[in-house]
């Protein structure tokens, strides 16, 4: 059986794309497809980084997902790949007829940040695959700053655009890549953009089936996933950030937390879009340039800009 892993860079369409594939699970299995969640209350297959950081020594590296997954100590992480490694090879060894194995994380990339756990999550992988191939979309800076800055409040940071921006506005898509390129090979690395005139007819799941090898027809689309907060959420999470836990001991929403939002988000209705001023985007797009245009060069040179 031949594997695709859905690098799911952050904001980029990846959660429509495991919210395509959880509600299409049985529909993909008779089509030869095996999607198969480890835990099965996320869409980020988290037990994939996790695995590549253990095999190197190192931990989670969120505070957040080590309490989401109670991973606080090494051993903690070493019995969750082990369970991890029995249940997959077992749910490998029962398989019959599946073609393809297909997976999806958003943790993959912010997460595995040098070759060395790459090499180790592919080795992983080799060693239960046939062939195992890499998909990566990429997304114009100016609107992965925006939505980064919208996760952050989500998290339970208190912290201004401008102050985000300052922080966040620089995201070298190429040094990643590059990371990747050394590891696996550039013939295994399947790289996308996220804008129309670049994907199968326009739309990012038609693009991600042609590539995982997955007929859509008479599949399911899901609504849309993990939207961006407004304006006025924004400012009310800011504020219950900052005088509330966002997590609870078991890395849930802490009840304190979650009542005060029910009570105070009518208070603060609105579903005004969070956007940037023009000096902001082009702060951004110059701080980006000079890798966007290596990036665009190696691996889009047909294209006479990267986004």
């Not at 042609?210 to 959420?233: M, T, W």
Request: contains cysteine.
């Amino acid at each position: 059986m031949k594997a695709v892993i859905h690098i799911g860079m952050p904001k980029s369409g990846t959660s429509t794309i495991q919210a395509f594939l959880q509600i299409n699970r049985a529909a993909l299995s008779e089509q030869g497809v095996l999607y198969d969640r480890f835990v099965p209350w996320s869409g980020s297959q988290y037990e994939f980084p996790i695995t590549a950081l253990d095999a190197v020594g190192k931990l989670v590296p969120p505070a957040y997902e080590r309490n989401e997954l109670g991973l606080h100590t090494h051993a903690d992480q070493r019995a969750y790949v082990q369970r991890f490694e029995r249940h997959l090879d077992t749910t490998l060894a029962q398989q019959g007829g599946h073609r393809v194995f297909v997976g999806s994380s958003e943790h993959i990339y912010p997460w595995l940040k040098t070759a060395e756990p790459i090499c180790a999550l592919d080795r992983f992988l080799t060693a239960r695959f046939s062939n195992v191939r890499y998909l990566v979309y990429l997304r114009s800076q100016q609107e992965l700053v925006l939505s980064s800055y919208s996760e952050a409040i989500r998290r339970g940071h208190t912290h201004s655009l401008d102050e985000h921006l300052r922080k966040s506005a620089t995201i070298n898509h190429l040094k990643t890549l590059n990371w990747w390129v050394n590891a696996v090979g550039k013939d295994r690395l399947d790289v996308r953009i996220l804008a129309a005139d670049h994907l199968r007819d326009g739309d990012l799941l038609a693009d991600f089936c042609d590539l995982a090898g997955i007929g859509l027809a008479g599949l399911q689309r899901p609504e849309r996933e993990n939207a961006a907060l407004s304006v006025e959420e924004i400012r009310l999470r800011r504020l219950l950030n900052k005088v509330l836990p966002r997590q609870n001991k078991k890395g849930k929403m802490h009840v304190a937390y979650r009542t005060a939002m029910t009570l105070l988000l009518p208070v603060f209705a609105g579903q005004t879009r969070q956007g940037l001023t023009d000096a902001q985007q082009d702060e951004i797009r110059a701080l980006n340039a000079p890798h966007n245009e290596r990036l665009r060069h190696r691996f889009f040179p047909e294209r006479p800009d990267l986004f």
